[in-house]
């Protein structure tokens, strides 16, 4: 089956300091990954969408000059928290699919600690 | 993309069947509806998806109403390893909105 893969699982970072996560599609090309962050006993929150190619699509509420989203390949997007704070410190979740209209594959997330 | 209602939580014993509701009554006639589970520090994992007729894989079963306004995703014998909070979205994979899903505790 399809299977995304992220990393890293878990970074501690110091505060005003940038993250890069990556997401890769191992089995598929994925021209649209989607990224959530959950905090705790809280549900997955969209993001943004990350376009192969393009410029990513962000949520409402979302900074995108602090989220960068880069979605060089069919198999890879990385997000980058830059200048984090103890604020961002959440669960990050990247997905894909791996054609129109099929179910959402996840990566095991990354759980981000912001000193 | 749809607004899904789900109970907070839910008890099972072992070996016993469970049903879980939701509610999607927004839902558009081409959306389709997704079942999720997700196990503590971990992504979702992939339960099953329907349209309109009830579907039937090795994990689990979905009944989905006549009028599509609600679904249940039906394990039939719960285990321990089912215990983890189960998301169902409705909405094409272009943008899936998850609500706060329905946690399962299945008890020995």
């Known amino acids: 089956g399809a299977v995304v893969s992220q990393h890293p699982s878990r970074v501690i970072c110091k505060s005003g300091t940038s993250v890069k996560i990556e997401c890769r599609s191992l089995d598929f090309q994925a021209t649209t990954m989607f990224w959530y962050r959950q905090f705790p006993k809280q549900s997955l929150m969209l993001m943004a969408t990350s376009n192969e190619g393009s410029k990513a699509t962000y949520e409402q509420g979302v900074e995108k000059d602090k989220f960068l989203i880069n979605h060089a390949s069919l198999t890879l997007s990385t997000l980058t928290v830059t200048s984090a704070h103890p604020e961002d410190s959440s669960f990050y979740i990247c997905?894909?699919?791996?054609?129109?209209?099929?179910?959402?594959?996840f990566g095991n997330g990354t759980r981000l600690t912001v000193t | 993309d749809a607004k899904t209602t789900q109970p907070n939580s839910m008890e099972s014993n072992e070996e016993e069947p469970v049903h879980l509701p939701c509610n999607h009554s927004?839902?558009?006639?081409?959306?389709?509806i997704h079942w999720y589970r997700q196990l503590p520090s971990q992504g979702p994992e992939y339960v099953i998806h329907g349209l309109t007729s009830n579907v039937n894989n090795r994990m689990a079963s979905l009944a989905i109403a006549e009028d599509r306004k609600s679904s249940t995703l039906i394990l039939h014998r719960a285990t321990l390893r089912d215990a983890a909070v189960y998301y169902c979205t409705g909405g094409n994979t272009d943008k899936l909105i998850f609500g706060t899903g329905t946690r399962l505790q299945v008890f020995p």
């Open positions: 997905s894909a699919r791996d054609r129109y209209q099929s179910p959402l594959h």
């Open positions: 927004t839902i558009s006639g081409t959306d389709y």
